[in-house]
């Protein structure tokens, strides 16, 4: 019962253009949203996230978008360095509060 | 460092062997996250401390899984009788209450049952 999906294992950008990454949650009482970032042998690494009462929070180049209704949100990342190349986690916090749901991780290659 | 610290980096053992993980949290955070990661997997919640008392556990902490922060501050994670779909990446995560839910995870500690 995976309760949030991440349905591109990955995604290959030129340097420069924009990336989008892609998330989707089942339950609609889900309040509270996060992109994590992980390099290899490293902890994820907290990006940015929103909260149910906003459709956007933007940060430099990362911008995450909420859907609500579509519950689905997304991690657009402009302009896209070599630098984010990492595995991207979305992550949800639960009704209770108390415990936090990871997608399964979208693959991003920057490529030069 | 202030960061999340976990020790050891990897662990290998043989099946049937107990093993005890250890996560040093960010000192001024009150709130402990356990979770396992498998390959191509994002992770998975294992269990949850505010300050030394354990609030929730997943159904996946079986009964050979137990955890404590006995004063509120580190934590261990306990596995007995290992078997070998324990082999995972364990990470540890801590986080303050009232700033905003942004967890800082460690760098893991990485099992392999043989």
């Known amino acids: 019962d995976q309760q949030v999906k991440q349905n591109s294992p990955s995604l290959s950008v030129q340097e420069g253009r924009i990336s989008i990454l892609n998330c989707d949650y089942t339950n609609s009482m889900f309040d509270y949203f996060l992109w994590y970032k992980k390099y290899p042998a490293e902890g994820p690494t907290f990006l940015i996230s929103?909260?149910?009462?906003?459709d956007k929070n933007e940060d430099g180049r990362f911008t995450v978008f909420l859907n609500k209704s579509a519950k689905h949100l997304s991690l657009h990342i402009v302009p896209s360095q070599p630098g984010d190349s990492a595995v991207y986690f979305c992550a949800v916090l639960s009704n209770t509060g108390n415990q936090f749901y990871f997608g399964t991780g979208t693959s991003l290659t920057v490529i030069p | 460092d202030t960061g999340v610290s976990q020790d050891p980096r990897h662990k290998i053992t043989k099946r049937g062997q107990n093993v005890t993980f250890r996560c040093d949290p960010i000192s001024e955070h009150n709130r402990l996250y356990w979770y396992r990661q498998t390959l191509g997997q994002g992770p998975e919640f294992l269990t949850y401390?505010?300050?030394?008392?354990?609030?929730?556990k997943s159904r996946l902490l079986s009964d050979r899984f137990s955890a404590e922060r006995p004063k509120g501050s580190f934590s261990t994670l306990e596995i007995q009788r290992t078997e070998q779909g324990d082999s995972a990446m364990y990470l540890c995560?801590?986080?303050?209450?009232?700033?905003?839910?942004?967890?800082?995870f460690g760098p893991g500690t990485r099992l392999t049952v043989l």
């Open positions: 995560a801590s986080s303050a209450s009232g700033k905003g839910n942004e967890q800082f």
């Open positions: 401390f505010q300050n030394e008392a354990q609030l929730e």
């Open positions: 929103i909260s149910s009462i906003k």
